[in-house]
């Protein structure tokens, strides 16, 4: 009996080589590691930073076996939230919009590596892109990095006719956190900027009508519920409670109601008169933590392994309370060698 011929027109796209395990070092303080930029130099190969990264896992040891007390390492990325994933989208657009419209006529001028680059928070901003961590071979042997600007924004001062204001961008916390030690230009935040760019849903949602607890008597509004009735029910009451609780957002937003306004010490007034995003500047403002861990005293405890995620923008905050090498494990995918997508698809 004859085998039936087998179709090898629909072939699997290879993956194309890439290095999967990145060594870099650590310092005290706070580092920031763009895994975009060390992609690019570890590989020759440039990758845009509007990639959400997936990383394996990351294990980070002590050069030297001491005897010292315990130390950590702690890990932080660009929140997972749809908040993040928005405001990314939205200041991406306008910044290429920006530039669109600025390259109308001279498209010729446009840069063949321009890209979106924004810092992670105002540490980010004020280490710049300079301070970034790069990657290192297994002697010890750090890259000399490329160029690897950040985006700006040019918007016109229009308290001084004819001149601009040149902005950086952070993806969390408020705008204008002040101007960066390393490029000397203030920043906006890409989060706030969101937030002051959208409109805002009805303060009751959903929107109840106002007769819905008209459900008794001779001629109730809201015959369909009425329709139910034998005698005394709950339903009225029901209703009643529908519209009165479980009906505000359970997050504190503009012109919204402020269930502890008379806690002492609160800082927030009542109503709530600003648009609170998380990571933005009025709510949870900072990082999403990724893991925490701990060396122990003595010798036989310099290795810690920690966990992996997703990170947007490929941006990693890493602090560390003294100086300690850590390897990057990444993931084999489809995204020249790696597993990751575009932001844009966040």
């Known amino acids: 009996m004859a085998m039936a011929k087998r179709s090898y027109s629909k072939r699997v796209k290879n993956m194309e080589p890439a290095v999967q395990n990145i060594t870099v070092t650590i310092a005290p303080g706070r580092n920031y590691i763009d895994l975009s930029q060390i992609a690019s130099l570890v590989n020759r190969r440039f990758y845009r930073q509007g990639i959400n ?4 896992g990351f294990k980070v040891y002590k050069p ?14 660009l929140p997972n939230t749809w908040v993040m994933a928005n405001s990314w989208m939205k200041s991406f657009k306008t910044w290429q919009k920006m530039n669109d419209e600025s390259l109308e006529e001279t498209e010729s001028v446009r840069a063949k590596f321009l890209d979106f680059k924004i810092y992670m928070n105002n ?5 710049g892109f300079i301070g970034n961590v790069l990657p290192q071979a297994a002697n010890g042997d750090v890259a000399i990095p490329g160029e690897w600007e950040a985006s700006k924004i040019y918007i016109p001062d229009t308290s001084t006719p004819g001149t601009i204001d040149i902005r950086e961008l952070v993806a969390v916390g408020q705008n204008f956190p002040g101007n960066s030690g390393a490029t000397g230009y203030n920043a906006v935040s890409l989060i706030e900027g969101y937030a002051a760019s959208r409109g805002l849903p009805n303060i ?5 009508p106002s007769d819905a607890d008209d459900a008794s008597g001779t ?19 029901v209703l009643t409670d529908m519209i009165t609780d479980n009906n505000v957002a359970p997050y504190p937003f503009e012109n919204g109601p402020n269930p502890t306004a008379g806690v002492p010490g609160n800082p927030y007034p009542h109503p709530f008169v600003d648009t609170m995003y998380p990571n933005g500047a009025n709510q949870m403002d ?3 933590l990724v893991d925490v861990s701990y060396f122990n005293a003595g010798t036989n405890a310099n290795t810690l392994n920690l966990k992996g995620d997703n990170f947007p923008c490929g941006l990693i905050e890493v602090v560390a309370s003294e100086e300690c090498g850590m390897i ?12 990751c997508e575009p932001m844009t698809e966040m």
Do not use: C
Request: net charge negative; aromatic share 8%.
């Open 53 to 56: 990264w997936a990383v394996a």
């Open 64 to 77: 030297t076996p001491t005897e010292s007390g315990a130390s950590g390492i702690v890990i932080s990325k």
């Open 123 to 127: 540490f980010h901003h004020d280490a």
């Open 204 to 208: 009751l949602d959903p929107n109840t």
């Open 219 to 237: 001629s109730p509004e809201n015959w369909m519920v009425a329709l139910f009735n034998d005698g005394t029910t709950q339903d009225t009451a």
């Open 286 to 288: 900072g990082l999403e």
């Open 328 to 339: 990057i494990h990444l993931i084999p995918g489809h995204h020249r060698g790696y597993l």
